[in-house]
């Protein structure tokens, strides 16, 4: 498809970008991965740090896919901007997926401490992708911090909620000049369609595909409904119409 | 992908089944048959009649695509076993989408004369595929019927509302031995993922496609969205949550 | 309140009417009934009979109730006709509930047999209320049978789960020269606002109330509830917006 | 109803806290609020001050209806607390309604100066009430900051879509230990309705019922709506089924 997803002037053929978290295993994670055509896949740099290296690192290395580190866990801007750092280092990278959340319960952003990372990290020379909450305004406020992309949620992590309000991605989508990217809630193919169809750029999405029954097949469902969701943003939907109307005349 | 649709013991390598009606010409028709990837598709027989036999009819030849014969436009039982014989004499086939609707304003069928249409119908030797509303109990009567498939509405004709009652669907595919295919109010690509997630077994759709901005980039969009819809369905997505679940710990 | 509610031509002040299956005992019953407020509650006449002449009506001759015998429990339009005639002697009024249902796990009507069962009603001389899915045409169809009024459900009796499909009660609304009373599926207060706004004239309830853990203080929910969404439809709601408007300026 | 809402040691028989932007004219906003029951309403300092004293007041004196200053229109924690400030001197009580507002579209909050705000009026001896969004984490670090309530939106001001995102309601109520408010967004009837029963302490809203066709009506139908929701929450709705119930077997 030549319509490719483009963030800080890089460009992806693939408008999925997935999560490593919640896979049983690295041969389910790399069946899954290949079937889902992504390009850039978040790992979580404390996980990473943990084992010692990192299966994971390997794999995506030796599958051509970009690693995306996270600071998944972080609770506040000075862990998250130290965590960024480490990953920098240890991965030869300044794009990071900015976690900052506020409670287990939840996994929801701390909307303070997310603005206040963001901003030190792109005054830091980072690629900042926030994950946030579906807030238009702390969308607005990302993008003027300079961030490259915001990353609402559809719902709380693993939830499988879906996109509870798609009011809210509109109203970001409206007033972005940056890419949106779905992150969070997706729990079937139909959500992460839905998101495209809202106008969002790409779909981030982890346990979906890594908690399915069948992750290799999930992944492949992914990748077909980002692309029908996208394909049908961009082909101009039929209006909704409260009575019927025959499809004839025609040809 | 080698999961086929049987319908009356014949395999269909698509789950998409397309109608013609409200193309703008036979060009842009062909196109969008073409990315649709479709193998089945409805055509009005008295729409046919009146153009003196049908470059639609030549057109579905030529791509190697099966024509299913409807009887679009019928009010009663006794007008739609009419169109259906002479669908079967002119096309040569004893297969028939069924429509009897009750009036132009929902275009919605007409159940008692419906079910009346394919009882008369299966006793003379047709394969019937109604187009019903999403009534379980109408639904069953039509299998109890011998119809060799259901097909209930998402929301009417032309309307684009997607599906208005997931909880029938469910119940139709609950109880349904036949196989259920969704037709008509799909008016974007999640809703046909959404069809197929609910347990449908293919999806039929026609203006959401032929009056799109662009017919053929929507036709590509809903291929997609069944197969992502069929996917994730036989995949075993994860369970919804109403708090937050960490993608860790995993590998 | 002066906006009686007008069913063939006799009124009743309370737009709520009650059901009385479900409740644990009579003395519950009546308090909830008392709360209500209702004018009009429906009796099964099989459990009647059963019961050797009923308390239940005893409750409602005491209450000043007027009650509306229905056909609970019957599976074809013959067995249904028996029983209003039954009910018609035994309780000396030709108001009936007109309940045809295809089996026990939808508990939904079978529309060819309740069709079939109001004209021979009608035919009769009853005064007839069907309960019927929410299909428009259907509704149509037993306006034009000379029912008094339609009454579609929401969701499947006893479910709880409200206005399935909004949709198609406003289709059935618009179209209808009879009151359309909600009758099932009622869960909560919000449903059976919901109901009158989307413009029907009554709502009918039982278990909604009679199986919460506060059956009078449910019923005075309903009662608030229905009158609320009267209120609300008829004082004309603002309209919905995608952007945000501010109350100033104002006075 | 002896049920009252409690909010920093303060009772009120009424769980409807009305606005007057957006009325016509006194005569129809008076009409309006004794309709309503209500016995706290917001009153805009802006306004009042422009109006050289305000008839908004001199009403709310007569009607024996608290007023409750707001912030409406300041775009930063100085404005506010500023206005705050004037708020207490002009109207000699401590109580305020907190808006900081980031844009004139979508009117929603700016989170960190809402916050800010919250903690310098907090510790400036305020009973602090913020207008929030439905952000669960935001609404906690409000109730952190000490404010009295926290009154989460349902949907943009003045948009009339209700509550878009029920889920995050009911996050904020399960963790929440001062008075949840369900602030803006309310269309209908059973929008607020539906707020009590997902757990709301009260409803606050005001074009709803000032720019309705019939405003007096329609406080009427809020007041309803406000006490059915209520009822119903406190009386233990009945479960959510799939198949459906039957009422009998019961008395």
């Known amino acids: 498809m030549d319509d490719p997803l483009t963030i800080a002037g890089r460009e ?36 990473v740090d943990a084992s010692g290296g990192g299966g994971v690192l390997d794999l995506l290395r030796r599958l051509g896919i970009e690693p995306l580190p996270n600071t998944a866990g972080c609770r506040t801007a000075a862990e998250a901007v130290l965590t960024a750092r480490l990953a920098r280092e240890a991965l030869g990278t300044n794009w990071i997926k900015l976690e900052v959340v506020a409670d287990e ?47 609402p949620l559809g719902s709380p992590i693993g939830t499988g909620l879906g996109i509870r309000n798609p009011h809210n991605i509109e109203l970001i989508v409206a007033r972005s000049s940056v890419p949106v990217v779905l992150d969070a809630g997706v729990g079937t193919a139909s959500d992460a369609a ?58």
């Open 105 to 151: 319960r939840t996994l929801l952003p701390d909307p303070v401490e997310l603005l206040d990372a963001a901003r030190q990290l792109v005054d830091d020379g980072f690629v900042v992708l926030p994950y946030t909450n579906d807030d238009p305004v702390l969308a607005l406020r990302l993008e003027e911090a300079g961030c490259a992309a915001v990353m």
């Open 12 to 47: 992806f053929g693939s408008r999925l970008i997935m999560g490593t978290g919640g896979a049983s295993n690295l041969a389910v994670l790399e069946r899954a991965l290949i079937a889902s055509g992504t390009e850039l896949t978040t790992v979580a740099i404390r996980r």
């Open 194 to 251: 839905l998101a495209m169809e809202l106008g969002c750029s790409a779909v981030l999405l982890a346990t979906a595909v890594t908690r399915a029954e069948d992750p290799e097949r999930m992944a492949a469902a992914m990748r077909a409904a980002v692309d029908a969701g996208r394909l049908a943003r961009t082909a101009g939907r039929i209006p909704k119409r409260f009575w019927a109307q025959a499809s004839s005349p025609g040809i």
